[in-house]
């Protein structure tokens, strides 16, 4: 089934470290979406990469790096630098925007801090 | 500042009736309007868009308007169900403008309860 698929569905920081959550589809898709949702509040836009080799800061993009060294994958990676890491993150990719300006999201990854 | 606001945090139908969300917008840069249903501790899925072309969109229960001139649109869901119970987000692009295409502007989203 074609898709995007978001692990480890839970994630535990521990103080000072580093976490990377995984971002895979299958569905072609040129351009791919890190998003934060906090309680009560709607999507906050971390990076995004609209192409292979590529990416631009969101919004709130302190604390946080990507990667996007094939077109199916774009990591995160939440730092040490990122004070409030608690949260829900969404991946979502997107093909053409020309003709259908629509993300397609995975099923999240929460991380907490211990 | 908010560009997408969705003034009802929450709303409480009857099944069978008709829910209406609201969403409004202040940029008039914004051309291509989606909703998007969500579930607790699932990923957003997409439900009906709208081009700024258009002034109504249907598809089976679901109905997105759009007011251009008020900054307007809202979603009708005709009849309400059960299963519809869940946080709608409204969600605004530019496609045309600047250098960002295609990345989305969401509202806070409306919990929407559908009682029995």
């Known amino acids: 089934d074609g898709g995007i698929t978001q692990s480890p569905k839970y994630l535990f920081r521990k103080e000072g470290q580093n976490v990377t959550l995984s971002c895979e589809q299958n569905?072609?898709?040129?351009?791919m979406y890190w998003y934060r949702q906090d309680p009560g509040q709607g999507l906050r836009l971390i990076y995004y990469?609209?192409?292979?080799?590529?990416?631009q800061k969101g919004d709130i993009a302190e604390g946080y790096s990507v990667s996007r060294e094939k077109k199916e994958s774009f990591p995160l990676t939440v730092t040490s630098a990122q004070k409030n890491p608690t949260a829900f993150y969404l991946c979502?990719?997107?093909?053409?925007?020309?003709?259908?300006?629509?993300?397609?999201f995975g099923a999240g990854t929460r991380l907490s801090v211990l | 500042d908010q560009q997408v606001k969705q003034n009802s945090p929450s709303l409480s139908v009857q099944e069978g009736r008709i829910s209406i969300l609201n969403c409004d917008y202040t940029?008039?840069?914004?051309?291509?309007f989606l909703w998007y249903k969500k579930y607790p501790a699932e990923g957003p899925t997409f439900l009906i868009s709208?081009?700024?072309?258009?002034d109504k969109n249907e598809d089976g229960r679901f109905t997105v308007f759009l007011n251009k001139s008020a900054k307007h649109l809202s979603l009708h869901i005709v009849p309400s169900q059960p299963g519809d119970s869940a946080v709608y987000f409204c969600?605004?692009?530019?496609?045309?403008?600047?250098?960002?295409?295609?990345?989305?502007?969401f509202g806070k989203g409306t919990k929407l309860s559908v009682k029995p």
């Open positions: 979502a990719s997107m093909g053409s925007w020309t003709s259908e300006n629509i993300q397609y």
């Open positions: 569905l072609n898709h040129d351009a």
């Open positions: 990469s609209q192409i292979v080799n590529d990416f």
């Open positions: 940029n008039s840069m914004f051309d291509y």
């Open positions: 709208i081009s700024s072309i258009k």
């Open positions: 969600a605004a692009s530019a496609r045309w403008y600047g250098g960002s295409q295609g990345n989305l502007i």
